[in-house]
Every structure is written in structure tokens, then in C-alpha cells.
């Protein structure tokens, strides 16, 4: 008899509910907790329904559910609020009923006893007979107040945004300005393999060609001792020969670090 005793008394589902804070005031959270017996074996499928109007659900429901000595145990925990005149019933003292907590077992239905909430009041009556409302904190706002002057702030904004205009303006011609120095390093480059090679090639030819590549020699170097020399072959008074222009032209490659 003492083992069946367990099961009889789940066989049939109970529920019971109730509320953590006896008199919340309005905008207070409490909790409401529903707890329930079934059979173990209907603790999965068994279902509470616990409507908390016109109180208002403010948190997440948190369910829980437990098979001991084949008695199933459902606990349905709540947080809510009065956020609505609704909950009020518009008397102070006045208390609401919640709506009454049923489970469904295996075809079986239990309701829990009524449970009521008595709202308090934030305010007294005076207060809320009176023509003007009185706060807590000055109903006026008071003047504004600056960190920083506003025409100083325009000021540096407007600089601001020039710098940024000009920051933009030089980062996109950034590409043109090098590419436009690119050429002309390269151009530098180019007329001075040239004149290397028109020396080389004036070795093999007449004097006047030699005098020409070395004229063309003393304008494209940037070297100014180099230049003097490349000048004074062009046009000294000797006829310039081979090794004057093969040895300028070496001087030359050299200079540019063709030769390193």
C-alpha cells in the first residue's frame, strides 16, 4: 500500500500558484510562480497555460520539469509588472485577479485557486487630487550649456573641413604627381644611356660626331665635374678621339650606376 500511495496521488494533475511580493507598486516587477503534479509519464506532454494579463510579462518565462518517485513536478516561473491602468482597477488598495493557472494531463484538467494582486500606489491621495501636480525634480529645464562655444566650434569645423578637403585633394593627385615624376626620372635615364651610346658609337666615327655626343653628354649629367669634362671634349681644340669618347662614355655609365 505505502509503494502505491505515490502513484495514486499523481495520477491526478494539481497545480498551485502565487505571487513573491505581497503589494508591488505600479511599475514594480514580482514574480509569479505556477508549480504542477502529473503522472511521470505525462511530464513531457502535459501543459500549463498561466495568462498574466493585464499584468505584463517583462522577462523571459523559465520552465522547469522533473520526474521523482514517478511523480512528475512542472514549475513555470514568471516575471511581470503592472505597466497598465488595467492592473490598477482605478481604486487605490483594489486587488486584481490574476487569471487562474490550469494544467492538461492525459485528459485530465486542474485549475489553481484564484490568486489576487493589490497594487500600490506611488503617490498619496492629495497628490493625485491636487490641480498641480507636484514633481520630485524642477519641471523646467534649465539653460544650456556649452563645452565649447558654438561659433568657436563652427570655426574649427569649418577648418577642419578645409584640411580635410585639401588632405583628400593631395591623395588623389597623389598618382598624377608621380607618375608625372616617374617620366621624367625616366626621361633623365633614357638621354643618358643615350649619350652612353652615341659616345660609344662616335668611337668608331669622325671627330665631329665625337664632339656631338660629347655636347649632348655635358647637358644630360647632373654630375658638375663630369659635365666641365664631357664640355672640355667637345669642344677643346685637339680633334676628341676614340678613347676620349669611350672613356667619357665609361665616366658616364658609371655616374648614372650602370656600372656598380
Not at 493557472?101 to 491636487?130: D, F, L, Q, T
Not at 593631395?170 to 633614357?190: H, K, M, N
Amino acid at each position: 500500500m505505502l509503494l502505491a500511495a505515490p502513484s495514486a496521488l499523481a495520477a491526478s494533475p494539481q497545480i498551485e500558484a502565487q505571487v513573491e511580493t505581497a503589494n508591488p507598486r505600479f511599475g514594480d516587477t514580482f514574480g509569479y510562480v505556477v508549480t504542477a503534479t502529473v503522472d511521470g509519464s505525462l511530464v513531457d506532454s502535459a501543459r500549463i497555460v498561466n495568462d498574466v494579463a493585464p499584468f505584463t510579462r517583462v522577462a523571459s518565462t523559465v520552465e522547469r520539469r522533473s520526474v521523482t518517485d514517478g511523480v512528475g513536478h512542472i514549475t513555470v516561473s514568471e516575471t511581470i509588472a503592472c505597466l497598465a491602468a488595467a492592473c490598477l482597477e482605478g481604486r487605490r488598495g483594489v486587488a486584481v485577479a490574476l487569471p487562474r493557472a490550469r494544467v492538461v494531463a492525459g485528459g485530465e484538467v486542474a485549475v489553481a485557486p484564484r490568486v489576487e494582486v493589490a497594487v500600490g500606489s506611488r503617490v498619496n491621495a492629495a497628490a493625485v487630487k491636487a490641480s498641480e501636480p507636484a514633481f520630485r525634480r524642477p519641471d523646467g529645464l534649465p539653460g544650456a550649456t556649452y563645452g565649447v562655444s558654438p561659433s568657436l566650434a563652427a570655426a574649427l569645423f569649418a577648418v577642419l573641413g578645409i584640411g580635410l578637403l585639401a588632405g583628400g585633394a593631395i591623395v588623389l593627385t597623389a598618382p598624377f604627381r608621380r607618375e608625372r615624376s616617374g617620366a621624367r626620372r625616366a626621361l633623365r635615364v633614357d638621354e643618358r644611356e643615350r649619350a652612353v651610346r652615341l659616345l660609344r658609337e662616335s668611337a668608331t666615327r669622325n671627330s665631329e660626331d665625337r664632339r656631338r655626343a660629347a655636347s649632348l653628354a655635358s647637358r644630360v649629367v647632373r654630375e658638375p665635374e663630369l659635365a666641365r669634362s664631357a664640355a672640355v671634349i667637345a669642344w677643346s681644340r685637339p680633334e676628341p678621339g676614340p678613347p676620349d669618347a669611350t672613356t667619357l662614355a665609361d665616366r658616364v655609365e658609371h655616374a648614372g650606376g650602370g656600372g656598380a
